[in-house]
C-alpha cells in the first residue's frame, strides 16, 4: 500500500532523515516510534505531502507522491497533531467543507458528510461550533475529515495527545475499527498505546529506521534467551556467587536489595532453562525464596534497548 524508498531531508546541512525505507501492507495500523529528535515528525509531514524530501520516493498503492500529488492525494487522509480546524465553523460545515475539497459535491456530499460523522461518533455535536466542543470532539472531528473521501492509507500524528483517559479508550476503539480495512500510520509517544492496537512497529532513531516487524517478531528476537527475576532473603553477594557458579548462567545483576529482600535478575544462555537449578541452589544455599518469575523483555525495553541516547533537544 504505502512504499518508502531511500528517502533523505537535511535542514542546513544537517541529515536529518537517512535512507528510510520500508514498505506496508494493505489494512492494518503501524505504529511509528522514536524519542524527540528523531525525524518522527519530518518523516510524517513528508509522507502526507506537506514536505518534499530532498531525494528518495512514496509511491501510495503504486502512485509517487512526489510525481502525482493530487492524484496519490486522493488515496491518503491526514490528522496532524493540532488538527486545522475552523473554530467558527460548526463541525456540520467542517465536514462539508473537507468533503468539497475532496470533490464531492451534491448528494455524494451530504451522505459522506453523515457517513463520517457517524463513524466518528459526532451526530450529537454536529450542529454545534467547533470552539464550543470539547478536546475530545475536536480530534474526531479532525479524524473525521481525515477519512472523508474513504481514503485508503490514513497518517495520524499523535491522534490521543492531550485526551483524557475516557476519549482515549473512545478514540482507540476508532482507529482500531478504521484498521480493519485501510493502513493507518500512527505516530505516537505510548507505548501502551502500540502494543493495544498496533500490528506492526517502526522505530526511528536518529534519522534511521532501527525496527521495522510485527510485534511478536520483534518481542521473540529479543525474548531469545530466558530472563529470570529471583527474589529472595539473604545476602546478595552469596547468592550472586553461588548464582555464577550455575551451568548456562549468562550474566547476573543485582536489582535491588533491602532488609526484607534481594531482587536478582538472570540472563541465561541460549537454550537454557536455569529455573529448576535456581531452586535448588535457594535450597542448598539456605535462601528463603520469595519469587522466581519468567522476566520476558516487553515492547518498552526493547524500545528503549534500540533508542538509549538517541533523544536531542
Not at 22 to 51: C, D, H, Q, R, V
Not at 189 to 210: R, Y
Not at 294 to 305: A, F, G, M, P, T
Request: net charge negative.
Amino acid at each position: 500500500m504505502l512504499k518508502v524508498s531511500h528517502l533523505y531531508k537535511s535542514y542546513s546541512g544537517r541529515e536529518v532523515i537517512s535512507d528510510l525505507d520500508f514498505e506496508t501492507k494493505k489494512g492494518g495500523i503501524y505504529g511509528f516510534l522514536g524519542p524527540n529528535g528523531a525525524g518522527k515528525s519530518t518523516t510524517m509531514n513528508m509522507l502526507s505531502g506537506y514536505l518534499r524530501p530532498d531525494s528518495g520516493d512514496i509511491k501510495i498503492d503504486g502512485i509517487s507522491l512526489l510525481k502525482s500529488p493530487m492524484k496519490a492525494r486522493r488515496l491518503l487522509g491526514y490528522l496532524p497533531e493540532q488538527p486545522p480546524l475552523y473554530q467558527d465553523m460548526t463541525v456540520k460545515e467542517y465536514l462539508s467543507y473537507t468533503a468539497e475539497l475532496k470533490g464531492l459535491r451534491g448528494a455524494d456530499k451530504k451522505r459522506e458528510v453523515e457517513r463520517v460523522a457517524a463513524l466518528a461518533g459526532l451526530e450529537s455535536v454536529r450542529d454545534r461550533l467547533i470552539r464550543q466542543i470539547s478536546k475530545g470532539y475536536k480530534q474526531r472531528t479532525g479524524l473525521a475529515g481525515a477519512i472523508c473521501g474513504d481514503p485508503e492509507l490514513l497518517i495520524l500524528d499523535e491522534p490521543t495527545s492531550g485526551l483524557d483517559p475516557k476519549q482515549i479508550a473512545e478514540m482507540r476503539e476508532l482507529i482500531k475499527k478504521l484498521g480493519e480495512k485501510r493502513t493507518v500510520i500512527l505516530s505516537t509517544h505510548i507505548l501502551s498505546e502500540v502494543s493495544a492496537m498496533c500490528d506492526n512497529v517502526l522505530i526511528l532513531c536518529g534519522g534511521k529506521l532501527l525496527a521495522d516487524s510485527t510485534k511478536e517478531e520483534l518481542l521473540e528476537k529479543y525474548n531469545d534467551r530466558q530472563r529470570l527475576k529471583l527474589v529472595i532473603k539473604g545476602n546478595a553477594t552469596a547468592a550472586e556467587n553461588d548464582a555464577s557458579k550455575l551451568e548456562g548462567v549468562e550474566s547476573i545483576r543485582t536489582v535491588s536489595e533491602d532488609e526484607n529482600s534481594t531482587v536478582i535478575e538472570l540472563t541465561a544462555q541460549p537454550g537454557a532453562d536455569l529455573r529448576e537449578a535456581v531452586a535448588q541452589m535457594c535450597v542448598g544455599g539456605g535462601f528463603t525464596l520469595l519469587e522466581l518469575a519468567d522476566n520476558r523483555i516487553s515492547l518498552e525495553d526493547v524500545y528503549l534497548k534500540l533508542t538509549q541516547g538517541g533523544e536531542e533537544e
